[in-house]
């Protein structure tokens, strides 16, 4: 139908959850200090302005964004050959979302994002914050060109 989703209620796969986050060896959220020998980094070659503020680096084909030393974003480029952990990877179709993931919190079947939202509280008993965490699919056509995966990360 014109300007309304063309799939329905039994396309629905399953909301997004935190460990759905992850992808080959990065894990959305997690202390980058977890990860060093993975990735390959040395935290020392960067300052503490770098990392609470944000670095960028590529591991694996993929792109890993780093705020407040927690790996804030996850995104899958073309030339990527790793999955999510349900399965997708770039090149793979809308029908392949969909089966994976059901239907998107955003975005209609035509439209060339798809993404996905995740919930997420944290800290102590007294000061509570509730995160939007983001799962964002594009699109040429019918085929995925990009995947993203976003944390929020509060810096202290």
Known sequence: TSGGPTY?????????AMEDLTVG?????????DFTDTFGLDPKAYTDVDLVGGITF?????RVGVVNSRIASIS??????LQTVRGLSVGDTRGDTLEKYGQPDSGY????????????????GSEKVLALDSFSI???GDRITRIDMNAYIPID
Do not use: N
Request: aromatic share 20%; charged share 25%; glycine share 10%.
């Open 109 to 124: 079947f035509e439209d060339r994002v798809w993404t996905y939202w995740f919930y997420r509280d944290f800290g102590d």
């Open 138 to 140: 594009e699109y040429d």
């Open 25 to 33: 060896q990065a894990v959305l959220f997690a202390s980058l200090y």
């Open 76 to 81: 899958l480029e073309p030339g990527c050959k």
């Open 8 to 16: 329905t209620t039994a396309d629905q796969g399953g909301d997004v």
């Open 58 to 62: 590529q591991s694996e084909g993929m």
